[in-house]
């Protein structure tokens, strides 16, 4: 049966990509290890260990308070209320990274609110 050569051209590009998937696939895994060495290399010449920790210390803390009042927690439904906990659990991380970091203040912390970070997120009680 006759072929066009538009089709001719898909099942030539199909057949390539076949025959070099070992190839690709050899190359990323090239890569993986690549970085993998990288990384590990940079940490045995890094005796400070982990860049986060480092960053930690060299941090200024700031004079802003945030406070994030939850008294109004009663009114709103279960949905926004989980939206609230993850904007809270965002904010509490992006906090920690920070160079200048605020102090951070949840206040009213109950209700809905308190039970469903209970819930899904145990590790709340250690915060700072």
């Not at 090239?30 to 920790?53: A, C, I, M, P």
Request: hydrophobic share 25%.
């Amino acid at each position: 049966e006759p072929v066009s050569k538009r089709q001719r051209k898909k099942l030539l590009k199909q057949k390539q990509w076949e025959e070099q998937k070992d190839l690709r696939r050899q190359k990323r895994k090239e890569k993986r290890q690549k970085r993998k060495l990288e990384r590990q290399s940079k940490l045995d010449s890094n005796n400070e260990g982990n860049d986060r920790k480092r960053m930690r210390r060299e941090v200024v803390p700031s004079t802003l308070r945030l406070i994030v009042d939850c008294s109004f927690d009663d009114l709103m439904v279960l949905k926004d209320v989980k939206k609230l906990h993850k904007q809270i659990q965002r904010c509490y991380a992006e906090n920690r990274k920070a160079f200048h970091p605020v102090q951070f203040y949840l206040t009213s912390h109950g209700g809905q609110l308190k039970s469903n970070m209970n819930e899904n997120d145990k590790g709340w009680v250690n915060w700072k």
